[in-house]
């Protein structure tokens, strides 16, 4: 909405990003390099208060080999491999310098990164054997001299344990990735059945009109022929919009289900009560209507109607305390429609995502696009345009 003329400006709670927001927008090359200025900092402390003089030759190789060591955690998730090669070479070299005290931590973080992060292959062959000779050596080689039981609990907790911790990190990643992938194949797929018997009826609508319109033209025919073209007319109408609703059927995957629901299938005329239940829900929402309204036909009209169902029923179950606003721009060559809201959007394990791919399916046989995602201000937005015949002028 536009203020008023010489109404004072003010900053909406739209364009207010929330402090979780800016937190996870934050990429995770930040948090490694904090992470690896953490530890440079700690390893420095200790080897300050071992008493070496700060410019002394010792002191220079033992801060030489704790940046060697901590640095390259700043980009272990870009290079993991890379980074566990150096970060273990430094802790041997650690232990060949005679310093008492360790850098295992950094070798454990190496460690659980390449387990986390790369394939099984890689691992079994590069990460695992690169992390425990670096473990052993640096335990059975630094001073104290160790005995093997000590070098085995000093691998297992420095190596044995990031290692089986990252597989599993991995392993979980993998796995909810592929039952993303395996719910959007079965929303795609459900989707499309919803819309085969969506359509179905839309179609089956057309063909019972102009039934209707045939018998009335047979039985006027003979005593009013004006009446009777006009029924003809109403025939070739409806069966030119019923043919184009048939071919945007082909080829979408039906279910097992064929029974198609008899009730009515909504439309944009049953947006306001929709925006009433949604209310009633306790979300505030807007409509605005921009352009002149035009009838649509029913497979549009309903697509459209889905398209803000969907994207309402997604801000109830994501953004949390929010207002919502739809948007109908009626063009002369096609109709956009816009939900926008501002609250915090989907978090990842929200289980969101299906809904959007359905709205997409939706559009797309309309040769429509559909475009989501986090506003600049905050929230989130669902834009779809659907194309139609351009109105002749």
């Known amino acids: 909405m536009t203020p008023p003329a010489g109404a004072p400006a003010s900053v909406s709670r739209m364009d207010r990003p929330t402090l979780w927001g800016r937190i996870r927008r934050v990429p995770p090359w930040v948090w490694d390099g ?52 150096i970060v273990a070479a430094a802790n041997v070299g650690f232990a060949l310098a005679g310093f008492t005290d360790d850098l295992a931590f950094q070798l ?18 590069v990460g695992a054997p690169v992390s425990l000779a670096a473990g052993i050596a640096a335990a059975w080689i630094a001073p104290p001299p160790a005995n093997w039981a000590e070098v085995a ?60 319109q045939a018998g009335a033209a047979r039985t006027v025919v003979e005593r009013d022929p004006a009446a009777a073209a006009d029924a003809i007319r109403q025939v070739e109408e409806t069966g030119r919009e019923g043919l184009a609703e048939m071919r945007r059927l082909i080829g979408v995957l039906k279910a097992t289900d064929e029974e198609a629901a008899l009730a009515p299938q909504p439309g944009l005329g049953d947006l306001d009560a929709l925006l009433g239940t949604v209310r009633a829900a306790g979300l505030p929402v807007e409509s605005m209507v921009i352009g002149d309204p035009r009838d649509l036909p029913p497979g549009v009209d309903l697509t459209a109607y889905r398209v803000v169902q969907e994207a309402l029923t997604n801000v109830l179950r994501h953004a949390g305390v ?43 046989l309309f040769d429509g696009s559909l475009e989501t995602g986090p506003r600049a201000g905050g929230g989130f937005e669902v834009r779809a345009r659907i194309p139609l015949a351009e109105v002749p002028a």
């Open 34 to 85: 904090l992470l690896a200025a953490a530890l440079f900092s700690i390893a420095i402390l200790v080897a300050y208060g071992h008493g070496r003089p700060v410019g002394s030759e010792s002191y220079g190789v033992e801060v030489a080999l704790i940046v060697a060591a901590t640095a390259p955690l700043a980009v272990r998730r870009l290079w993991p491999i890379p980074v566990l090669v």
């Open 108 to 125: 454990a973080i190496a460690a659980y990164t390449v387990a986390a992060h790369e394939p099984r292959d890689r691992v079994a062959w």
């Open 153 to 212: 609990i000093a691998v297992l907790l420095s190596v044995g344990i990031p290692l089986a911790i990252g597989r599993a990190v991995f392993n979980r990643r993998r796995r909810l990735a592929e039952e993303r992938e395996r719910a959007a194949r079965d929303a795609v797929t459900e989707e499309r059945a919803r819309i085969a018997r969506e359509l179905h009826d839309v179609v089956a609508h057309a063909m019972s009109v102009m039934v209707v």
């Open 322 to 364: 929010a207002h919502a606003s739809v948007t109908l721009r009626y063009e002369p060559d096609g109709l956009e429609v816009t939900v926008a809201d501002d609250g915090r959007g989907p978090l990842a394990g929200d289980g969101g995502g299906q809904g959007l791919v359905g709205m997409r399916e939706r559009v797309a």
